[in-house]
């Protein structure tokens, strides 16, 4: 049964899919995070958006935290997911103070925005927010890739071959923008950020395809349309 | 497309039912459920009931991307930055809080 088949609006299952996947995702250990962790920050960054009536209060938002998130990183969570457009390398640097490591701050920018992501998209089709799995047992695979080095970011990303090595080719192929770079240093959240584009942007082979339309009923310019004014209200110069 | 439209909704984006795209996209991430019913039932009427799944999936989709950039600190890409100028100071995206995180690498 399709993740959305409660919609009246018809959605490809490659995109219900790769939402499902995430959610479950969600449940699971990160690279850093403890799938208890996970939830707390998930759990956070949706009552921020329903505190600021971007989202609505779902009747089964499923499972609850059990994690008790330090108020500096609660702050940092809620800045992310309600008011991105006033995060900023002093909101970084407070996340650092509070103990949070480059790849665990990249870890949490990544579900939170994921987060973010996947309820915005139930608001869209008019469904309620998906509910939160059970936090499952395991730990933390502390990945950290030796590829990602200081570049322009807040955090160390794995560059462009041929400097980011085999690791870059095996993620990115000959190139990535920065904004699919961003995650690099926590490489699972960098596939899930790929995963998320490809079912709801464009395939990125396509991307400058203009002629290809990824969503029926929608042509590339009317595609960009949605993107670049959900940016421009984002305040998001990149 | 007339970029100018994205940060000026009140012009024509020269796109066909751009001014319904513009209503949906504003009211996806807004906080105005009402609006976000009425621009939902106005764009499936316009564009067809799969539109409403394409067009929330880009919303959603750049609402992850713009969290990404801004959380990360990412700057924009060179070759995109050197084309950009005029863009950039037409639309005020230069004023952008976020537009930091490239101008402090100049």
């Given at each position: 049964?399709?993740?959305?088949?409660?919609?009246?609006?018809?959605?490809?299952?490659?995109?219900?899919?790769?939402?499902?996947?995430?959610?479950?995702?969600?449940?699971?250990?990160?690279?850093?995070?403890?799938?208890?962790?996970?939830?707390?920050?998930?759990?956070?960054?949706?009552?921020?958006?329903?505190?600021?009536?971007?989202?609505?209060?779902?009747?089964?938002?499923?499972?609850?935290?059990?994690?008790?998130?330090?108020?500096?990183?609660?702050?940092?969570?809620?800045?992310?997911?309600?008011?991105?457009?006033?995060?900023?390398?002093?909101?970084?640097?407070?996340?650092?103070?509070?103990?949070?490591?480059?790849?665990?701050?990249?870890?949490?920018?990544?579900?939170?925005?994921?987060?973010?992501?996947?309820?915005?998209?139930?608001?869209?089709?008019?469904?309620?927010?998906?509910?939160?799995?059970?936090?499952?047992?395991?730990?933390?695979?502390?990945?950290?890739?030796?590829?990602?080095?200081?570049?322009?970011?807040?955090?160390?990303?794995?560059?462009?071959?041929?400097?980011?090595?085999?690791?870059?080719?095996?993620?990115?192929?000959?190139?990535?923008?920065?904004?699919?770079?961003?995650?690099?240093?926590?490489?699972?959240?960098?596939?899930?950020?790929?995963?998320?584009?490809?079912?709801?942007?464009?395939?990125?082979?396509?991307?400058?395809?203009?002629?290809?339309?990824?969503?029926?009923?929608?042509?590339?310019?009317?595609?960009?349309?949605?993107?670049?004014?959900?940016?421009?209200?984002?305040?998001?110069?990149? | 497309?007339?970029p100018e439209?994205l940060?000026?909704?009140?012009?024509?984006?020269?796109?066909?039912?751009?001014?319904?795209?513009?209503?949906?996209?504003?009211?996806?991430?807004?906080?105005?459920?009402?609006?976000?019913?009425?621009?939902?039932?106005?764009?499936?009427?316009?564009?067809?009931?799969?539109?409403?799944?394409?067009?929330?999936?880009?919303?959603?989709?750049?609402?992850?991307?713009?969290?990404?950039?801004?959380?990360?600190?990412?700057?924009?890409?060179?070759?995109v930055?050197?084309g950009t100028e005029d863009l950039r100071e037409q639309l005020g995206l230069n004023?952008?809080?976020?537009?930091?995180?490239?101008?402090?690498?100049?």
């Amino acid at each position: 049964m399709s993740f959305y088949s409660d919609s009246e609006f018809p959605v490809r299952d490659d995109l219900a899919d790769a939402h499902a996947a995430q959610f479950e995702r969600f449940a699971r250990a990160g690279i850093w995070g403890s799938a208890a962790q996970r939830l707390a920050v998930i759990s956070e960054a949706r009552q921020s958006c329903i505190d600021a009536g971007m989202l609505e209060a779902p009747e089964d938002g499923g499972a609850l935290p059990d994690v008790d998130l330090p108020e500096d990183v609660r702050a940092i969570i809620r800045c992310l997911a309600a008011s991105p457009r006033d995060f900023d390398m002093d909101t970084y640097q407070r996340a650092r103070d509070a103990g949070l490591s480059d790849p665990k701050f990249a870890e949490l920018v990544a579900i939170v925005s994921f987060v973010v992501n996947l309820d915005v998209y139930a608001r869209g089709i008019g469904v309620p927010l998906r509910p939160f799995a059970e936090p499952q047992p395991g730990t933390p695979s502390r990945e950290l890739p030796v590829e990602a080095v200081p570049e322009q970011a807040f955090v160390p990303t794995i560059p462009n071959p041929p400097e980011g090595g085999a690791l870059a080719r095996e993620l990115y192929g000959p190139f990535k923008p920065y904004i699919m770079r961003a995650l690099s240093i926590v490489p699972d959240e960098f596939r899930a950020h790929v995963e998320l584009e490809q079912a709801q942007y464009v395939l990125l082979p396509k991307i400058m395809n203009f002629d290809y339309n990824h969503h029926e009923g929608l042509t590339r310019p009317q595609v960009e349309v949605v993107a670049g004014r959900v940016s421009a209200i984002n305040d998001c110069f990149y | 497309m007339n970029p100018e439209a994205l940060v000026r909704p009140e012009l024509d984006t020269g796109v066909p039912s751009g001014d319904l795209l513009l209503e949906f996209a504003a009211a996806i991430i807004g906080t105005d459920l009402a609006a976000l019913d009425k621009a939902r039932t106005a764009l499936a009427e316009a564009l067809g009931p799969a539109a409403v799944s394409g067009a929330s999936a880009v919303a959603a989709n750049f609402s992850k991307n713009d969290r990404v950039a801004n959380g990360i600190g990412i700057p924009i890409d060179d070759m995109v930055f050197k084309g950009t100028e005029d863009l950039r100071e037409q639309l005020g995206l230069n004023a952008y809080k976020s537009a930091e995180n490239t101008f402090r690498h100049l």
